[in-house]
């Protein structure tokens, strides 16, 4: 049993208009984009801390600063195939990863497969291994006003 690990990702992003908005790794089609240093993916935000976390290895910050102009735009699919690399250097594997974006327009349901397919082949793991999940908030908080975005991501890994 000490071969498994767990970590927990959290993120939040603004929504600007006329900006790109990246989820997942794939470009969805609004009026809104998120805005941030690198390309502003949420949900790829999400997944490279909780692998980092259950790796205890610091957060996507620690490694990617936000203040190096190196990363300045920089897509997320980048950082995540870095971030795989940094722990599977550690000897890990994922097991799986479960994620929930908050989000009320556009709707994510539609591009799941494809961000699905993304993944799969960023992480260098099975589609089954990746689960993705929306919702709204019912209208209330940031994300209900369409201020934001937020997401959330749980990853198991193991030692093989
Ligand atoms: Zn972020």
Redesign the pocket.
Known sequence: MNNFRIGFGY???QLHEGLDFWLGGIKLEHKKGAL?H?D???LI??ICDALLGAANMRD?GYHFSDKDPKYKGID?KILLREVMKLIRHEGYEVGNIDTTVCLELPKVNPHIPAIKACLSEVMGIEEGAISIKATTTEKLGFVGREEGVSAYCVALIYKK
């Open positions: 993120d939040v992003h941030g690198s502003a993916d949420v935000h999400v996507i997320s």
